[in-house]
């Protein structure tokens, strides 16, 4: 053996590499276990991966961090999800988000050291069609330096929550119709608060539930092979709340909202089917005045029908039965005037549930006072509820109610004036 070792030196060489090889190996192995059992005793780890949709949000998150700004190493992404929050710059009508990319980042997170790493699945699991790895899965690796898990948790779902809020409320994006028959952001803000529209008893607990069941149920629905949408119609008086609950509505369920009269002479049936087909998954299409399609839109100014650049009620039909429509859609209707809709509208599958919105009741009385005047006796809430004539719409006591601002005692006083109010106006004769 040493005879072989001196006649070949170069053995030497490569046995001492070996050992070294096998040392560093353990060393780095024993390192690696190291730091595992030391993080195991100081910092939790918890793990999101790329099919749960929480991963948008610990993107979202990481967006937001002041240490993106500093991070040398970023992942440009494109954000289709329009349900934002992320810090987003948009290039040629790209929303491009920024991200901490593969590795491991430091940072604090409030006083609290957070490592997060993002690692990637090496083999992609299948081959598409192309030929072209299918998507990789991702995952992010989040340890929270901190002894309770507890903590690590309350500080990761804090994280998450103000991502998910932007910190002050989600904002809805609301789209209208552009001059050239798209969608364009009209506004970025906080919905409607839900408690602000009061609604007869129940029916605001009977609307959100279905909306929550219908969230719940795509699996339900892809099973049975049941396009994943819905379609709702608020009918009723005008000023009754049916725009403003549609609006508090998407805000709940966190979606942006898509808005566009029938009653908008621009419509037209070609553009409202690329309309429809372009909302964004996961938007609320409020389709308002949807009557106006079926009570003479088709018809020109000269009594003729026309052809083409009209909206007629197939048009119509066509546009909410659209191949290409989106799934996970929701489309609400409103009307004042649901005695005019066709019975092809208003059957499952395109209309799936109604309500009737109606002037206010005695207890939408009472609530929206109290909303005005918490502080004022309660019974107060009463008398004036009392005095409210049957028919009176919401939006008209909201009138009466802003002008008595900080005068609760004469809001209940001056009913009969609202008396005279309701009267001169005409919603309030129609709905009676
Ligand atoms: N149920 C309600 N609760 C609180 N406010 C209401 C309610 N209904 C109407 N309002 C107020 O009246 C105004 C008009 O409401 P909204 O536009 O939602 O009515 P609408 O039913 O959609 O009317 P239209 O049929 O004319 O479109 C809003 O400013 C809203 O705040
Ligand atoms: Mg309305």
């Known amino acids: 053996m040493l005879e072989m070792l001196e006649r070949h030196p170069w053995v030497w060489v490569g046995a001492i590499g070996l050992v070294t090889g096998a040392l560093l190996g353990a060393v780095q192995k ?10 195991g005793r100081v910092a939790t780890t918890i793990t999101v991966d790329s099919d749960d949709p929480l991963f948008h949000w610990v993107k979202v998150w990481l967006s937001r961090h002041p240490y993106t700004d500093r991070s040398r190493t970023l992942q440009a992404g494109t954000d289709t999800s329009q ?35 993002k690692s990637q699945e090496q083999e992609a699991k299948a081959l598409s069609t192309n030929g072209r790895p299918a998507s990789r899965r991702e995952s992010y690796s989040i340890t929270v330096f901190t002894r309770t898990p507890a903590t690590a948790r309350k500080i990761l779902t804090d994280a998450l929550t103000d991502a998910l809020t932007g910190g002050e409320g989600r904002k809805t994006t609301f789209y209208g119709l552009s001059t050239w028959g798209s969608w364009m952001v009209a506004d970025q803000r906080r919905a409607r608060d839900a408690d602000s529209v009061v609604l007869a008893e129940g029916l605001w607990e009977d609307i959100r539930a279905d909306l929550t069941r219908f969230k719940a149920s795509e699996a339900k ?24 609950m549609a609006v508090a509505l998407a805000g709940l369920a966190g979606m942006d909202v898509c808005i566009l009269s029938l009653a908008d002479p621009a419509i037209t049936d070609a553009k409202l089917r690329t ?42 039909l066509n546009a909410l039965d659209g191949a290409a429509a989106k ?25 799936d549930r109604q309500w009737y919105i109606g002037p206010a009741d005695h207890s939408q009385a009472v609530r ?26 919401m939006a008209t006591l909201q009138g009466y109610l802003l002008s ?11 009913t009969d004036r609202l008396n005279a109010e309701a009267e001169s106006k005409p919603e309030a004769v129609e709905a009676a």
């Open 327 to 351: 799934e996970g859609r929701v489309v609400v209707m409103t009307t004042n005037h649901p005695e005019r809709l066709d019975d092809a509208l208003v059957r499952p599958g395109r209309i």
């Open 368 to 393: 929206l006072f109290r909303r005005f005047y918490p502080a004022a006796e309660s019974e107060w809430a009463s008398l004036f509820a009392d005095g409210v004539p049957p028919g009176t719409s």
């Open 83 to 117: 349900d934002g929050g992320g810090v987003i710059q948009t290039v040629g009508g790209i929303r491009v988000m920024f991200i901490p990319g593969l590795g491991t980042h430091w940072f604090r997170q409030g006083l609290t050291w957070v490592a997060v790493s």
């Open 275 to 316: 309309l429809m087909d372009g909302a964004s998954a996961g938007s609320m299409i409020l389709i308002e005045d949807v009557d106006a399609a079926v009570s003479g839109r088709n018809v020109n100014t000269n009594g003729n029908l026309t052809t083409g650049d009209s909206l007629t009620f197939s048009g119509v």
């Open 404 to 414: 008595r601002a900080d005068h609760a005692a004469l809001a209940v006083a001056e």
């Open 30 to 39: 024993g390192r690696a276990t190291l730091w595992r059992l030391a993080v």
């Open 221 to 244: 629905y892809r099973a049975l092979g049941v396009p994943y949408r819905r379609g709702y119609l608020f009918k009723g008086p005008p000023g009754s709340g049916k725009t403003s």
